[in-house]
């Protein structure tokens, strides 16, 4: 049985609905990393609201755009975010994050931000706005990055290797002792 071009019931096209889907895990992911009140979970909140975020560059027809997404904010940014919140962390300090009382002033700048917002899209007029998707000349650039450019792209990725497990190695690694100090 073949899928049909428009999801029944709703009469709206699968793109549209994909979009609404992402787009809301998106700001969910988003809210949960300001609302978090633990910083690894907010930590990987964020990795989620970038994966959303790179389901919406595909669906805009931006693969490469996509793949750099999740090559360089999940796979590099957030996960370098990550070690380094685990590693500085200590037993001692607080384990969730402290918040002012300044919360209320957040929230209604957020709602006038939101509103002037909704106003700008409103009255914006979109003429190229259509069913037809635009294209991208990303193919040039993807042929000279993994063709004319892979060995400097190699060597770059050897390099931060080599600079994640040297501070991973100094973050781990217990002072000895002064020989000549007094026990």
Same mark, same amino acid.
């Given at each position: 049985?073949?899928?049909? #071009? *428009?999801?029944?019931?709703? $009469?709206? !096209?699968? $793109?549209? @609905?994909?979009?609404?889907?992402?787009?809301? &895990?998106?700001? /969910?992911?988003?809210?949960?990393? +300001?609302?978090?009140?633990?910083?690894?979970? %907010?930590?990987? %909140?964020?990795?989620? &609201?970038?994966?959303?975020?790179?389901? +919406?560059? +595909?669906?805009?027809? &931006?693969?490469?755009?996509?793949?750099?997404?999740?090559?360089?904010?999940?796979?590099?940014? %957030?996960?370098?975010?990550?070690? !380094?919140?685990? @590693?500085?962390?200590?037993?001692?300090?607080?384990? *969730?994050?402290?918040?002012?009382?300044?919360?209320?002033?957040?929230?209604?700048?957020?709602?006038?931000?939101? +509103?002037?917002?909704?106003?700008?899209?409103?009255?914006?007029?979109?003429?190229?706005?259509?069913?037809?998707? /635009?294209? %991208?000349?990303? $193919?040039?650039? =993807?042929?000279?990055?993994?063709?004319?450019?892979?060995?400097?792209?190699?060597?770059?990725?050897?390099?931060?290797? &080599? =600079?994640?497990?040297? /501070?991973?190695?100094?973050?781990?690694? #217990?002072? !000895?002792?002064?020989?000549?100090? #007094?026990?």
């Amino acid at each position: 049985m073949a899928i049909p #071009e *428009r999801i029944p019931f709703l $009469d709206w !096209a699968w $793109d549209d @609905l994909l979009f609404l889907l992402l787009a809301g &895990a998106l700001l /969910g992911g988003a809210l949960l990393v +300001v609302l978090g009140r633990d910083i690894i979970r %907010s930590g990987l %909140s964020m990795i989620f &609201a970038f994966a959303a975020l790179a389901g +919406v560059y +595909v669906l805009l027809g &931006a693969p490469l755009i996509a793949a750099a997404q999740v090559l360089v904010y999940i796979g590099a940014i %957030s996960v370098l975010i990550l070690f !380094a919140i685990m @590693l500085t962390q200590t037993k001692a300090g607080p384990g *969730r994050l402290v918040f002012h009382h300044q919360a209320w002033a957040g929230a209604l700048t957020a709602l006038i931000l939101a +509103v002037l917002l909704v106003l700008m899209v409103g009255a914006t007029d979109w003429p190229l706005a259509g069913p037809e998707r /635009g294209t %991208s000349p990303t $193919d040039t650039i =993807a042929l000279l990055l993994f063709q004319d450019y892979l060995f400097p792209l190699q060597v770059v990725g050897v390099l931060l290797l &080599a =600079a994640v497990v040297g /501070g991973v190695f100094l973050a781990k690694r #217990e002072d !000895a002792p002064d020989p000549g100090a #007094e026990l």
